[in-house]
């Protein structure tokens, strides 16, 4: 959710118009999609600290994996937003629609179904990234399969499991999505007739 947000604010940004905003945007993507996520975690666990925020490891977790999604999903939705024809947003122009309604009504309908597919794969990438968060003792999946692990003494048995229980989420999520998109294409091809 987190992602989601920052993400569609950072592409509308680095579509606009203020430079300054444009260029903040720019860096805050470039520097997210090149910095490792296990290094954004560290850096908003121990900053939050720092700062004299005391949250707990999972909130400062989810702030980490929010913030690297949305520049993920930032260039998820700018490149669906750049596949729609220039020639769309000209015809809502000159149809006497502002440029906020032309991007409503007429971009952004057509940028969602290219930007779907993608958007679900970012999902479904959050979500095995999230075994990261283990390094800062949040007490998800794999941080619990290392506490069954260490009791049993049985390394690979947990990891079996754990493996599984992350792809019922990932295929499950990954169907769901397809749903969304089939239903998505007929709604949007039963307009066009």
């Known amino acids: 959710m987190i992602g989601t947000m920052l993400g569609t604010v950072l592409a509308l940004l680095r579509r606009g118009k203020v430079k300054i905003l444009k260029w903040l945007s720019v860096i805050y993507i470039e520097y997210t999609r090149g910095t490792p996520l296990l290094v954004q975690v560290f850096i908003v666990f121990f900053g939050t600290q720092v700062i004299g925020l005391h949250v707990s490891a999972f909130v400062s977790s989810a702030l980490a994996m929010g913030l690297n999604s949305g520049a993920y999903v930032a260039e998820i939705i700018r490149g669906g937003l750049n596949s729609v024809d220039s020639g769309q947003n000209e015809a809502a122009r000159s149809l006497g629609l502002n440029s906020a309604l032309a991007m409503r009504h ?5 940028a969602f179904k290219n930007i779907l597919p993608a958007l679900g794969n970012e999902f ?3 979500i095995k990234e999230s075994s990261i968060v283990s390094v ?4 998800e ?3 619990q399969t290392g506490v069954i692990q260490g009791a049993s003494f049985k390394p690979f048995i947990p990891l079996v499991f754990a493996s599984l229980i992350y792809f019922v989420l990932t295929f499950g999520l990954s169907r769901i999505l397809s749903l969304v998109e089939k239903r998505y294409n007929l709604s949007s091809q039963s307009n066009i007739i």
């Open 124 to 126: 479904i990438a959050v």
């Open 141 to 143: 999946l794999m941080f």
């Open 136 to 139: 800062v003792g949040v007490g």
């Open 106 to 110: 007429v971009v952004l309908p057509q």
